[in-house]
């Protein structure tokens, strides 16, 4: 892989974790209302996924989707702006944390019910199918989302319309605080896919480049009308479900087991053991992106609420759909 592309992996990974650490602080000050979950701990399976998609391959998530967006290209003034409620952001203030999206991007949301997305990836493999567009529909979601009927129903149209489609599992391990042994038939996610005729595929999702080159195989193949296909990527949250979880459920070990893992540190590890990049040449990658995320929280901070003359604007389809 070209130089340039490792250390665009690197940086949006930083830019995730630090675009993350600074609005669980914004959070405990209050300035964020409702639910926060964050995505630290799972940057590679996203930046993995999404630097082997095409722009015209569509992007479409659960909540936790704040890394997701910064890798689909939105900006941290955006997403920070967003969970700010301001004006500014991604949503013009008014999705907040769970419901950032943009459309010019092909990143499709941000979606609150757990597994009401899935039909909707479905739709849109089926509306590019059908007008014979070229992307993939890239569908991230949880463990916790594969124990629902929207995944059973979403897979088995999936493989009846044989969509362009990769299900992308993030296997966490939880389901807010239940341990998916405890909650999912199967431990391994992936199986359930088998029960849709689906080819399906398992990868250490702490592995940056590992998510990478399965990707790029996976699409590769879809692209070429494999058909759907299905890859549980195991990861971990280093946080608890959202900011108020009292994080009661897991063993020290376990969590301590997982941090040793971090998928930022294994990639800075590798690309200065092969001698990709140096040190020096990686702390200005991490100085940069401070200065980047400073810079984003200043201009949030200081961006307008949204006018209440905005309070129903966008919130209904009002024009005539166009024949
Ligand atoms: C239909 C529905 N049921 C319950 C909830 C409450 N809820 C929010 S997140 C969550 C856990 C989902 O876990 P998982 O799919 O593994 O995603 P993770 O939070 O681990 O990323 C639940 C049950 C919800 N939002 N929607
Ligand atoms: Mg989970």
Redesign the pocket.
């Known amino acids: 892989m070209e130089k340039e592309k490792l250390l665009q992996m690197y940086h949006e990974m930083v830019l995730i974790r630090l675009v993350e650490e600074e609005s669980a602080v914004q959070y405990q000050q209050g300035k964020i209302g409702g639910f926060l979950?964050l995505y630290i701990g799972q940057e590679a399976v996203s930046t993995g996924i999404i630097s082997a998609r095409r722009p015209e391959d569509r992007v479409i998530t659960?909540?936790?989707d704040h890394g997701i967006a910064i890798n689909c290209g939105l900006t941290a003034k955006e997403v920070l702006a967003e969970l700010l409620g301001k004006a500014t952001g991604i949503s013009k203030g008014k999705g907040g944390s769970m419901h950032m999206a943009d459309v010019t991007k092909n990143f499709w949301g941000g979606h609150?019910?757990?597994?009401?997305h899935l039909p909707i990836a479905a739709g849109l493999a089926l509306g590019d199918l059908y007008q014979g567009n070229a992307g993939v529909t890239i569908c991230f979601?949880?463990?916790?989302?594969?124990n629902?009927g929207y995944f059973h129903e979403a897979l088995n149209l999936a493989k009846v319309w044989n969509l362009p489609v990769l299900w992308v599992c993030?296997?966490?391990q939880?389901?807010?605080g239940t341990a998916i042994n405890r909650a999912s038939a199967v431990s391994e996610i992936r199986q359930k896919a088998e029960g849709y005729g689906m080819k399906n595929y398992a990868v250490d999702g702490m592995d940056l480049l590992a998510v990478h080159e399965i990707s790029e195989k996976l699409l590769a193949e879809i692209r070429e009308g494999s058909g759907p296909q299905f890859l549980e990527v195991n990861t971990y949250?280093f946080k608890g479900?959202s900011m108020g979880d009292p994080e009661r459920y897991r063993e020290a070990a376990e969590v301590k087991r997982w941090l040793e893992s971090d998928p930022i540190g294994k990639f800075r590890k590798y690309l200065i053991d092969e001698k990709i990049f140096t040190e020096k040449q990686l702390d200005k990658v991490d100085a940069s992106v401070e200065e980047e995320v400073k810079e984003a929280i200043a201009f949030a901070l200081s961006s307008p609420d949204p006018a209440p003359a905005e309070l129903f604007s966008d919130i209904y389809v009002t024009e005539a759909w166009e024949e």
């Open positions: 979950h659960a909540y936790r609150a019910i757990v597994g009401a979601f949880g463990d916790g989302a594969s629902i993030e296997n966490n939880y389901g807010m949250r479900h």
